[in-house]
């Protein structure tokens, strides 16, 4: 495996010392994982946020190795984690990715979909803004990983709102059946902050 392009990063586990486990999604190869030297370190720690988009450069020696991975930042998003809203939200669509997509298969439209969406959280006024965009990016996921179904309408926040809890759901049946305590408790979260300012 040689692939150097532009990623998403959805989530980095320590290893070892100093190194990462880095999973991150690509437009022409999907979810990648790869282990980065120096992940833990001063330098490449801000770089492996969740949500941060950088340029990677991912080799390995055979398909069942684990690959090498080098990256370089391209835009960060860890402003936004010091912001209780977007932080809950970049870290739910990273973490529900992460953990739904099967590795090396490529997903084009997610992957444009979650850099859309990552930048609607960052940049739109508000939660009003960019709601309606997680409502679609779920029911995308959802779609693209075969359980398509009716798009909940999005109107206002409220209406948003209703829409992200009819589908919590299929999200639990489908995409997180082994996995939907964490991940769920962060959607849940997300989504009482959001029925707040509603």
Same mark, same amino acid.
């Given at each position: ?8 990063? +959805? ?7 100093? @190194? ?70 970049? +870290? ?48 995308? +996921? ?19 709102? @209703?829409?992200?809890? @009819?589908?919590?759901?299929? +999200? ?13 408790? @962060? ?12």
């Amino acid at each position: 495996m040689q692939l150097k392009a532009p990623a998403i990063v +959805l989530a980095a586990r320590p290893h070892g010392e100093n @190194a990462v486990i880095l999973r991150a999604l690509t437009e022409e190869a999907g979810l990648v994982a790869a282990y980065v030297a120096g992940g833990q370190g001063r330098r490449l720690r801000p770089v492996v946020i969740p949500g941060n988009a950088v340029e990677a450069d991912i080799r390995a020696r055979s398909a069942s190795q684990l690959p090498f991975g080098k990256v370089e930042l391209v835009t960060s998003r860890a402003p936004w984690l010091n912001e209780p809203l977007p932080a809950a939200a970049i +870290l739910w669509v990273t973490a529900l990715t992460a953990s739904t997509l099967p590795e090396r298969n490529p997903y084009p439209s997610l992957y444009e979909a979650l850099s859309g969406l990552l930048d609607a959280i960052c940049h739109a006024p508000s939660a009003r803004g960019w709601a309606p965009a997680l409502l679609s990016y779920e029911v995308l +996921l959802l779609r693209e990983l075969g359980y398509g179904g009716l798009k909940p309408e999005a109107g206002d926040l409220s209406q948003t709102v @209703a829409a992200l809890r @009819a589908l919590a759901p299929a +999200l639990e049946r489908y995409l997180l059946a082994d996995r939907r305590g964490d991940a769920m408790a @962060a959607r849940t979260r997300l989504i009482e902050r959001l029925a707040r300012i509603a």
